[in-house]
């Protein structure tokens, strides 16, 4: 059982929506704008968001970006714009997973419940000690990044990529192995985004994001010893 945030101003679609996630047992907030929604995430502890872009006062996007000034959780963006480039905006500011309506509630459920057991994983993850390279410490047990010894924020697929390219340094991925491994195989983006959460990744390990290497034409590695 989770707590998930609803933000839906359609009334008809937010009862929809309700329904599905209380029939996989999860607990549901709703908000009918991007400010109530902004208040409920400060005021109680979400597992989930499922977060409409279209709505009134804060759109989708500013909701998100603030979101992820507060929290890591899961999101995921509804919509019904079809375009790429807004799917990689979603993502760039921090968006997991992204639906386009009109959709199958079923799998917005499933999608829900995927993200929610990875993130389970993380959280739950039985090492104790960090895991460091160069000068940045990753700490498992407590899902926190330190770069030379400062915390910094990441969204949450930022740092499921961070956290699996140190437990597999020095392997060559591509961009669909990593998509499938941190988004799964269910999801409806594109390679783009991974270049999208590496590039931001990078800026926020500053220096640090060196151990990130691109090899052209064959994907992304993390290099220890650079």
């Given at each position: 059982m989770a707590n998930i945030l609803i933000v839906e101003d359609e009334k008809n679609m937010q009862s929809i929506i309700v329904e599905y996630?209380?029939?996989?047992?999860?607990?549901?907030?709703?908000?009918?704008?991007?400010?109530?929604?902004?208040?409920?995430?400060?005021?109680?502890?979400?597992?989930?968001?499922?977060?409409?872009?279209?709505?009134?006062?804060?759109?989708?996007?500013?909701?998100?970006?603030?979101?992820?000034?507060?929290?890591?959780?899961?999101?995921?963006?509804?919509?019904?714009?079809?375009?790429?480039?807004?799917?990689?905006?979603?993502?760039?500011?921090?968006?997991?997973?992204?639906?386009?309506?009109?959709?199958?509630?079923?799998?917005?459920?499933?999608?829900?419940?995927?993200?929610?057991?990875?993130?389970?994983?993380?959280?739950?993850?039985?090492?104790?000690?960090?895991?460091?390279?160069?000068?940045?410490?990753?700490?498992?047990?407590?899902?926190?990044?330190?770069v030379d010894g400062e915390e910094i924020v990441l969204t949450h697929k930022e740092y499921e990529l961070l956290y699996f390219f140190m437990g597999n340094p020095e392997q060559i991925f591509s961009r669909e192995q990593l998509l499938n491994r941190i988004w799964g195989y269910d999801f409806e983006g594109t390679t783009r985004t991974v270049d999208t959460h590496i590039k931001t990744l990078r800026q926020k390990l500053g220096d640090e994001g060196k151990h990130i290497v691109t090899l052209i034409r064959s994907g992304y590695k993390f290099e220890v010893a650079i």
């Open positions: 996630m209380q029939r996989g047992s999860h607990t549901c907030f709703t908000a009918d704008d991007g400010v109530d929604a902004l208040m409920i995430l400060k005021n109680n502890l979400m597992d989930l968001m499922i977060l409409d872009i279209m709505m009134p006062h804060l759109d989708g996007f500013t909701v998100c970006k603030m979101a992820r000034e507060m929290s890591s959780l899961p999101i995921i963006m509804l919509t019904a714009k079809e375009s790429e480039d807004d799917k990689l905006k979603g993502y760039d500011l921090g968006a997991d997973d992204y639906m386009t309506k009109p959709f199958s509630p079923k799998v917005l459920l499933a999608k829900a419940n995927a993200l929610l057991r990875r993130s389970s994983v993380l959280l739950t993850d039985s090492m104790t000690d960090t895991v460091n390279a160069g000068k940045i410490s990753l700490a498992p047990a407590s899902h926190k990044v330190f």
